[in-house]
């Protein structure tokens, strides 16, 4: 149950949060929800450790920018968390650094980017793409795509045409079609949903 997710316990020397195994969106959500509830609970207190669900420093990191963000102190001793800008995953995939390439990736190439990458052209057999943010490409795609490669599960890939050799985005990678579509009527875009990579055709809502 929601209430058993997320536990406050302190000593002497501050606050610390116990956390049970769960949906690591359930336990941001649940976090965020008994702070706002809680605030004055924390006043002139510090949380001086996360504990449990055999949480990554990634994740800490995330965790203690939640909290940061009611504005209550974290002072959690650098083994227990590793706190530097670049473990948080890119937040810019709506409107962040973007990186244009004005021509096709050709087998061997690779280009890597810590925001969103456009090609402007094809991506070939052979070729790797790396973002923190989405991809976007302006022709057919057929080499390797990875975006959200820090771990943002919202980001995208796009395509006029989708015929990559792998696709993935933060750390799921999606499973080839079943019945594959040479020519497809409409570009195409990938996201995660349910924790699956899912290909769909991109329709403008009218």
């Not at 002072?75 to 590793?82: G, L, Q, R, S, V």
Request: glycine share 8%.
């Amino acid at each position: 149950m929601n209430h058993d997710i997320i536990s406050f316990k302190g000593n002497k020397e501050g606050i610390y949060i116990q956390i049970n195994e769960a949906d690591f969106k359930i336990i941001k959500e649940e976090l965020t929800k008994k702070l706002t509830n809680t605030k004055d609970f924390f006043k002139g207190v510090k949380v001086i450790d996360i504990r449990g669900y055999n949480l990554t420093d990634i994740e800490i990191a995330i965790l203690s920018n939640i909290i940061e963000e009611f504005d209550i102190k974290v002072d959690i001793m650098p083994k227990e968390i590793e706190k530097v800008e670049y473990e948080v995953p890119f937040s810019g995939i709506y409107e962040g650094d973007t990186k244009f390439i004005r021509n096709t990736l050709r087998s061997g190439q690779r280009e890597e980017y810590d925001g969103n990458i456009v090609i402007l052209g094809d991506t070939n057999p052979g070729s790797d793409i790396v973002a923190k943010g989405n991809i976007i490409v302006m022709g057919t795609l057929r080499g390797i795509a990875h975006a959200g490669s820090d771990g943002n599960k919202d980001s995208i890939v796009a395509a006029f045409k989708m015929k990559p050799t792998q696709l993935r985005i933060a750390d799921i990678i999606a499973r080839s079609p079943d019945n594959e579509v040479l020519n497809p009527k409409w570009p195409e875009i990938a996201r995660v949903q349910a924790d699956k990579v899912i290909i769909e055709p991109y329709l403008q809502k009218k």
